[in-house]
């Protein structure tokens, strides 16, 4: 036997290529091998980035004598859980229930069937802090196995009877209204940290979703107490460690509740999510922190995690070289008052210090201190700082830097597309629409096959096995209908529509409940589905908000049909689990204001100058206008409008790109919009001071 990874395309499963455990991937050869065997499955789930999955790799995978005892008794599957989100989600389930905690790396003992029976996270390589030693669970589990296998069978039995008792049947209870959505946001104030920002205690996640509904809700009801949630939670992850003060980007979420020490990894989505949701902050607002950190969020996703072909990584890693030789997390991030003497100098460094918060102390471990931004409100010397920042993150960029997950995730790219292509277009930034447009290209020419059916990954421009679950169509989709709108290029609508037909088609039951795994995909030992968000939109919700903004675009009653019928959910978890079901109450807000349908008709001269996508269409790399790719005052005011989930199509009078555009004629031979919701028109504007009242511009 031989390890079995080094042809995988998973950078999780490479770092893993080279142990003397056996290893397989996900397969059915391997449970075949463990049933010819008649040994139990060993099932390692985890990823790239993860801590503690590199901390069990190197005490116990990389050890001969553990990986010894592990061929000799286990077939030992390696999933990498950001390849393979529904093998995760239906073992994670079985862990949560079973021992009420979940995480990673995950550890799950299986039948040659797939079935569980043992379960866990990580195990230390010898007895610790009343946890037993991964070599004490092997044996353990290996005498189970040998001595007692109607019992193990029979708990085995009884846990996939009880995980296939539980599906979902939200439907029939109508979409939520009024009552729900404010139930919803009594909930999320009670559970408001009003002194540090953010919901609940440590470790505290970002809430990225709940505050897109947060600002969605002010937008459509004017409720301050919404806003003021949203606007005091973004200046505090802002100004705290979990954000990086010099070189952008958002670490993945912070072990305190004050937001100071961040878990060090950073996800391609949470930046995606958090950069979409300070643009639509600065946009509510004119917040000038949140204009900064929504740029420097992007400049960060473009500069860190773009990849060759085009699309975005998948993470960097929390851990780095320290320069001893010893991987330490955050080493990359880190400083001591010393190091920034040897940075500034004296004078310089004892301003930063007090600036960033650095102390004698430390904020973190070993006296090094997270950077943050605690001073608020004091004049500071900006030419100073900017000259301290720019010294500060050259002399960082020297050290060994964490490594990176090269893989592309389509869902995580989805929402790449759809936060750059808005940020491009809000501040005047058309590199960034490039950069979408190019991504999105890669999707099309790599994931999307002739069936219009998604590949989940691709690593170096060469597509993955492992097929799209729903959250990848739902993302991709909202990516492709956001570029739509900021670009003019109506081909992107058209490949959104291609991958909802394959959603109502392939992932909505009967009861109009969604399922996270097409009707064909691989039968697992329970079909995953689940309304609720997690780091991102459940893709119950964000195929949901997708499928309503088609249904706007194109007047498809199915579209908006399989969108109420999704929304269900939301009317019955809104108002019990409100932090939990973000996306889905966003898209409730968007469901509530219509959406509005807005159509820009624009004399030639005014109508985006060059091509702007939808290169993919043609088969190549195209680019949007970083050469000349710009926006109308009236598209730009339609982009700018908070009304929740607007759909926006522009092009020349008389173009066929949109059906929102057929019959939207100039007006005295000028430019106009078109404002729609519910069956009923406005008058077309033509002067955009008209167009910012009917929109809530704020600028």
Known sequence: MANRLAHETSPYLLQHADNPVDWWPWSPAAFEEARRRDVPVLLSVGYSSCHWCHVMAGESFEDPTTARYMNAHFVSVKVDREERPDVDAVYMEAVQAATGQGGWPMTVFLTA?????????????APRHGMASFPQVLEGVSAAWRDRRGEVVEVAARIVGELSGRSLAYRGDGVPGEEEQAQALLGLTREYDAVRGGFGGAPKFPPSMVVEFLLRHYARTGAQGALQMAADTCEAMARGGIYDQLGGGFARYSVDREWTVPHFEK????????CRVYAHLWRATGSDLARRVALETADFMVRELRTAEGGFASALDADSDDGSGAHVEGAFYVWTPEQLREVLGEPDAA???RYF?????GTFEEGASVLQLPLDGGVVDAERVDSVRRRLLAARDGRPKPGRDDKVVAAWNGLAIAALAETGAYFDRPDLVERATEAADLLVRVHLDDAARLARTSKDGRVGANAGVLEDYGDVAEGFLTLAGVTGEGAWLEFAGFLLDIVLDQFVAESGTL????HDAEHLIRRPQDPTDNATPSGWTAAAGALLSYAA??????????AEGALGVVKALGPRAPRFIGWGLAVAEALLDGPREIAVVET???????EAGAAGAAGAAG????NGLEWSALHRTALLGTAPGAVVAAGVAGSEEFPLLADRPLVGGEAAAYVCRRFVCAAPMTEVSALKGELGVFE
């Open 113 to 125: 069937d797939g079935e569980p029976f043992y379960f866990g996270t990580y195990f230390p390589p």
């Open 267 to 274: 996800m391609l989505y949470d930046n995606a999510l958090l």
């Open 351 to 353: 301003f930063a210090a």
């Open 357 to 361: 918060g650095v102390t004698e102390e």
């Open 515 to 518: 399922y996270d795994t097409a």
């Open 553 to 562: 675009h194109t007047g498809s009653e199915a579209h908006r049909t399989a």
């Open 604 to 610: 030639p001269g005014e109508a985006p100058k060059g």
């Open 623 to 626: 680019a949007a206008g970083g």
